[in-house]
């Protein structure tokens, strides 16, 4: 299982939001239908699995430097959580619970890796995104290498403290809207906002300090 492809990588630092999406949907309807272990049990619970399952690799993405290891946390959560669903108290937090499974288990398994273990850049291996549709011609951005852009923004996710890395996370590779990354990491919406807003600023300062002179662009406003 590897990580979805994200929002162009650029955007983090870009104020507007990528399109939301919505992963509290019928989710009360389908936990009940997955715990009561009946015959539709397997295919509601498979329905939670797509429908977090963007969610959970973010998540266990802000916690882990490898994203393949993510991989392999994010589907041993699923599998504690079908073990443990009947456990659950209030279907309608089925995606916070889920969250919590994740975090200790990329967790645990951070202790795990060895000192030598460093961050991956994301999708090395995938097709160059196009440039946001926000940048205007001429953006410094587009005079650095991509590879290097990327290896910045893992740096800079990596630099982040864990709540801040799962916002930014859940932000621009599950397109969670401010309201419903709060509802998961138990935060209010401006909390998000605050740490979303101090995570572009801190991108943005290490992607202009690699632009040449004369280029870079002014810091934002406060």
């Known amino acids: 299982?590897?990580?979805?492809?994200?929002?162009?990588?650029?955007?983090?630092?870009?104020?507007?939001?990528?399109?939301p999406h919505d992963t509290s949907r019928d989710t009360p309807h389908a936990v009940c239908a997955a715990a009561g272990r009946s015959r539709e049990a397997a295919g509601a619970?498979?329905?939670?699995?797509?429908?977090?399952?963007?969610?959970?690799?973010?998540?266990?993405?802000?916690?882990?430097?490898?994203?393949?290891?993510?991989?392999?946390?994010?589907?041993?959560?699923?599998?504690?959580?079908?073990?443990?669903?009947?456990?659950?108290?209030d279907p309608d937090r089925f995606g916070p619970w889920l969250c919590n499974i994740v975090r200790n288990l990329a967790i645990d398994r951070r202790r795990r890796l060895r000192p030598g273990d460093r961050a991956q850049p994301l999708y090395e291996d995938a097709q160059p995104h196009a440039a946001s549709a926000t940048q205007a011609p001429g953006d410094p951005l587009e005079q650095l290498d991509r590879a290097e852009v990327r290896q910045i923004i893992t740096a800079v996710l990596q630099s982040l403290d864990e709540v801040t890395r799962c916002a930014v996370t859940l932000r621009y590779?599950?397109?969670?809207?401010?309201?419903?990354?709060?509802?998961?990491?138990?935060?209010?919406?401006a909390a998000v906002d605050m740490r979303l807003s101090r995570a572009r600023l801190l991108l943005r300062e290490k992607l202009s300090a690699l632009a040449p002179e004369g280029t870079r662009p002014k810091a934002p406003d406060q």
Request: cysteine-free; charged content about 25%; hydrophobic content about 45%.
């Open 45 to 89: 619970f498979t329905t939670l699995i797509r429908r977090f399952e963007r969610t959970a690799l973010a998540v266990a993405f802000a916690i882990l430097p490898d994203p393949h290891a993510a991989g392999d946390v994010t589907q041993e959560a699923f599998v504690r959580a079908w073990q443990r669903l009947a456990d659950l108290k």
């Open 1 to 19: 299982m590897g990580l979805p492809a994200p929002q162009p990588l650029e955007t983090i630092a870009d104020d507007a939001p990528p399109e």
């Open 173 to 189: 590779f599950d397109s969670l809207p401010s309201k419903e990354i709060g509802r998961l990491l138990e935060l209010s919406p």
